[in-house]
């Protein structure tokens, strides 16, 4: 799947939820690169600026919070004034704590539902009305058919999400909108989905990652893109699916 090689998105628009750093900006990058007007979201100020600065005249970066009701009401608002109507919506964002059994709080529990699962739904929610009649929706969930341990709450949340991008498949089938879910292994992003890492602790993720993935090696955050793009643009016949980007690892394959 090269993004490059595939049909142009010109005169196509384009929502996408954590989408400042990491896997998302790749996403958006993507999009912008096929020709998309694009609108993407991040909660950190510092990264929403940076990105602003990168990213051309096609994309507008807006801070906003997934956690937030409000916010997504907000961000509602804005796509609807700038875009109008939208072909494509990619829910990215998430946040991720590594905690043993022993150490999960309720307050780090209710912080990875708030944002995963809850902002994730009512952000699809929020904006399904302005997705054209055989548009599409992605969600970013994780390869949980495999074991992360210290990662219960996440993995939790993110299959949440997993269960409710079914349901809403079936629900807005007859609006010809498809609901996909795309489930990344080990992709090798400054944190590696967990902010806070040290670089010593980074590179141990990474080098159980690289032990853990059949393929022998980290994802790329464009190879996430390529597979957010393909279910978003060109899998036209298929909706209610999750699509393992993770070189075996959830598989069983090693």
């Not at 022998?216 to 996430?224: A, D, K, L, N, S």
């Amino acid at each position: 799947m090269n993004s490059g090689t595939t049909r142009t998105l010109t005169d196509r628009t384009a929502v996408v939820t954590g989408g400042t750093h990491g896997m998302g900006l790749a996403i958006v990058r993507a999009l912008a690169d096929r020709g998309a007007t694009v609108i993407t979201t991040g909660r950190n100020p510092a990264t929403v600026e940076q990105a602003a600065a990168e990213l051309g005249p096609s994309v507008q970066v807006v801070r906003s919070d997934a956690a937030d009701l409000a916010a997504i009401d907000a961000l509602r608002d804005t796509v609807s004034a700038a875009l109008g109507r939208i072909d494509f919506l990619f829910l990215n964002h998430g946040i991720a704590e590594i905690q043993p059994l022993e150490q999960v709080t309720e307050q780090s529990w209710d912080r990875q539902f708030a944002v995963n699962t809850k902002g994730s739904f009512f952000t699809v929610q929020r904006l399904a009305p302005l997705i054209r009649d055989g548009g599409s929706i992605v969600l970013t969930t994780v390869a949980n058919d495999a074991i992360f341990p210290g990662l219960s709450a996440y993995s939790a949340s993110k299959e949440g999400v997993t269960a409710f991008a079914q349901v809403l498949a079936a629900e807005l089938a007859p609006r010809r909108v498809r609901v996909n879910t795309l489930a990344p292994g080990y992709i090798l992003t400054p944190t590696m989905g967990v902010p806070g890492l040290t670089a010593a602790e980074r590179a141990a993720f990474v080098e159980q990652g690289d032990q853990a993935t059949p393929l022998g090696r980290p994802g790329t955050v464009e190879e996430i893109a390529a597979a957010a793009l393909f279910l978003a643009v060109d899998a036209t016949f298929t909706t209610g699916v999750e699509l393992a980007v993770d070189g075996g690892f959830a598989q069983g394959l090693g």
